[in-house]
C-alpha cells in the first residue's frame, strides 16, 4: 500500500508518499480502507519534531473515515464492509490503510461523506473535551469560540448550541462567518475589526461571556480576561507562542485559565466522546464541513494550508 513518511523532523518535504507494507489486524483491531484522512495542526508540529513523544519514521494522522477491510480476534461491533469513521490510528491514516482499536471505530452513516467522516475524530473530540470535560460547559451559558469557522471552531458552535448554550463566535472572513451563524453561532464577531470586544460585550449586555474556547491563546488570552463574566473560564486549546497576561484580572472576578490537549482524556471520556458525537451525526445536530481537500500525495499543501488563516472548515486528504 501507498502510505505517507516521514523519516525524520523537517520542513513539508519529509513528508513522502512511499510504498509500504500492508498492516495486519491483531486481537481487538480493526483494519480500515482509508478514503479520507484529516489534516490537524497537531500532526504539523510533529512533522517538525516539536510534539513530545514522536518517534521516527512515522506515518502521521490519527483520524478518518473508510471501510471496514478485516478484523482481528474478538472485534463484534463492526465487519468487512462496513462504512466508519474513527479516531486514534495506530499506524497513521494519512496512508491507504491503517489499523485502530475497536472502540475508537463507529458507523459512519450513508448520509454523510467519507470526507465529513474524517472531520470529526480531533475536531469534534478536541471541542467537546474543552467545552464539557475541561470548560463544565452548561446550558444557557454565554460561549465565545475563537476561529470559529475552522475545523474545531465549527464543531465548538454545532457542539455548545445543541447543548442550549449562547453562542458567540470570531471569524476573519465573511464567508466564515456566514457559516458559523449557518451551524448554530448567534452572534459572529470580526476579530480583525478594531472595537470588536467591544461588540461582544455589548452583545452580552455587559455581563461578559461565561466560556472562552481559545484557539490562538498567544494572541488572545490577555483580552480574553477583560471580557469574562465572574468565575470565567477560558481553555486554552491552541498557542503559537508567548505572551503577557496581567494575573490581577483573574482575580477580582474569580477567573479560571484551564489548558487542555486530547491526548490526555481518559478511556472513559474518550467514550462519552464518541458516544455524544455518534448521538449527533444521528439526529442530525452535527454537520461536519469538509473546506478544502488535497490528494495524499499532496500532504505537504495540505500542512502549508491548515497553518493558513481564514480557516473554513475541515481540511481533509481523498486517499
Not at 495542526?41 to 471496514?68: L, S
Not at 457542539?159 to 449562547?166: D, E, I, S, V
Not at 494575573?247 to 455524544?276: C, W, Y
Amino acid at each position: 500500500m501507498k502510505a505517507i513518511r516521514v523519516e525524520h523532523g523537517g520542513g513539508p518535504e519529509v513528508l513522502e508518499l512511499k510504498e509500504v507494507g500492508d498492516p495486519v489486524p491483531g486481537a481487538g483491531q480493526v483494519l480500515v480502507s482509508v478514503k479520507a484522512a484529516g489534516v490537524n495542526p497537531f500532526e504539523v508540529y510533529q512533522r517538525q519534531g516539536w510534539y513530545p513523544g514522536v518517534k521516527f519514521p512515522m506515518t502521521p494522522g490519527v483520524d478518518g473515515a473508510g471501510i471496514v477491510e478485516a478484523v482481528g480476534d474478538g472485534v463484534e461491533s463492526v465487519k468487512p464492509g462496513d462504512r466508519v469513521w474513527f479516531a486514534g490510528a495506530l499506524t497513521g491514516s494519512y496512508a491507504e490503510k491503517t489499523l485502530v482499536n475497536e472502540a475508537t471505530v463507529h458507523p459512519l452513516p450513508e448520509a454523510f461523506a467519507f470526507g465529513q467522516g474524517a472531520a470529526l475524530g480531533v475536531p469534534y473530540g478536541t471541542a467537546y473535551h474543552g467545552l464539557f470535560q475541561r470548560g463544565n460547559a452548561k446550558a444557557g451559558e454565554i460561549v465565545l469560540i475563537h476561529g470559529a469557522s475552522g475545523g474545531v471552531g465549527l464543531a465548538a458552535v454545532e457542539l455548545a448550541a445543541a447543548a442550549g448554550m449562547t453562542v458567540f463566535g470570531t471569524a476573519s472572513t465573511e464567508n466564515g462567518r456566514t457559516l458559523a451563524t449557518e451551524h448554530g453561532a448567534n452572534c459572529v464577531f470580526d476579530h480583525s475589526k478594531e472595537g470588536y470586544l467591544d461588540d461582544i460585550r455589548e452583545a452580552s449586555d455587559g455581563k461578559g461571556v461565561d466560556l472562552i474556547i481559545e484557539l490562538a491563546s498567544d494572541q488572545n488570552l490577555n483580552k480574553d480576561l477583560d471580557i469574562l463574566a465572574k468565575f470565567g473560564r477560558v481553555i486554552v486549546i491552541g498557542s503559537r507562542g508567548k505572551i503577557e497576561i496581567d494575573p490581577r484580572v483573574t482575580m477580582g472576578k474569580q477567573l479560571s485559565i484551564l489548558g487542555m490537549s486530547l491526548n490526555n482524556a481518559t478511556p472513559e471520556q474518550f467514550a462519552e466522546i464518541h458516544a455524544d458525537i455518534n448521538k449527533g451525526l444521528e439526529n442530525g445536530t452535527l454537520k461536519p464541513v469538509v473546506g478544502r481537500q488535497f490528494a495524499l500525495a499532496d500532504a505537504p499543501a495540505a500542512q502549508d494550508a491548515i497553518l493558513q488563516g481564514g480557516a473554513y472548515g475541515k481540511i481533509v486528504l481523498v486517499v
